[in-house]
């Protein structure tokens, strides 16, 4: 069956430092990989889209890479800073354009 | 741009009673707005996908005559919670894409709900 794994324990890390997010996924040939962003009790907010054929795409000091060999993707947020504290959701578009996400990864930075 | 907007943002119904939680899209048309649903620190999981003019389509395992979704214009899907029971209980969200556009989703900031 279809998976979409993402590490469930918080990540800690010092502000400054580089924050590293992974999502793993099986059978699943995904066109389209989502990152979105989720403070508590809100709806999630769009981050970053990379499409299979990329292997990188960057916007501020987000990061994400996409290795379709692997079935991973890393999400990286430079130069965290406490605003930074969320939890990261992963999502893979299917037919329809439906979205099936990952359980998400709660990020802590601490000043 | 591109902002939903839901209403309810909560709501406390009492058990065999029903409730309707409207998504709307402020500043776009969507064809389609899709229907989740988020347990406390669980992923969302998606219910149902809502077409402009046409019947939803619910993902395995929702009742549909439970759960009625209405996408009567291209801004506006009701979600209606028939016979809540405390089970129902969770954060209903929703999203929408851009008519013409194909990837990301646009979210709404939630609907809690409660039953008692």
């Known amino acids: 069956s279809q998976k979409i794994e993402q590490n469930s324990e918080a990540l800690n890390i010092q502000e400054g430092k580089t924050a590293t997010l992974t999502c793993n996924y099986t059978n699943y040939s995904p066109a389209y990989l989502q990152w979105y962003r989720q403070d508590p009790g809100r709806g999630p907010v769009f981050l970053l889209l990379?499409?299979?054929?990329?292997k990188e795409k960057r916007k501020e000091r987000l990061k994400v890479t996409f290795d379709t060999t692997l079935k991973q993707s890393l999400f990286h947020i430079t130069a965290s800073q406490p605003a930074d504290s969320a939890t990261y959701l992963c999502a893979l578009e299917g037919a329809g354009n439906m979205l099936t996400f990952g359980g998400g990864t709660r990020l802590m930075v601490k000043p | 741009g591109a902002v939903v907007s839901q209403h309810p943002s909560w709501v406390i119904c009492k058990s065999g009673t029903s409730v309707k939680i409207e998504c709307r899209s402020l500043d776009f048309q969507a064809t389609t707005m899709f229907w989740y649903r988020q347990f406390p620190k669980q992923s969302l999981m998606l219910m149902a996908t809502s077409n402009e003019g046409s019947k939803a389509t619910y993902e395995q395992g929702v009742e549909k005559d439970k759960f009625l979704i209405n996408h009567a214009s291209l801004t506006l899907s009701t979600l209606t919670v028939t016979s809540a029971h405390p089970e129902d209980s969770s954060f209903y969200i929703c999203?929408?894409?851009?008519?013409?556009?194909?990837?990301?989703?646009?979210f709404g900031p939630g609907t809690r709900l409660t039953v008692t």
């Open positions: 990379i499409r299979e054929n990329e």
């Open positions: 999203s929408a894409k851009i008519q013409g556009a194909r990837n990301e989703q646009y």
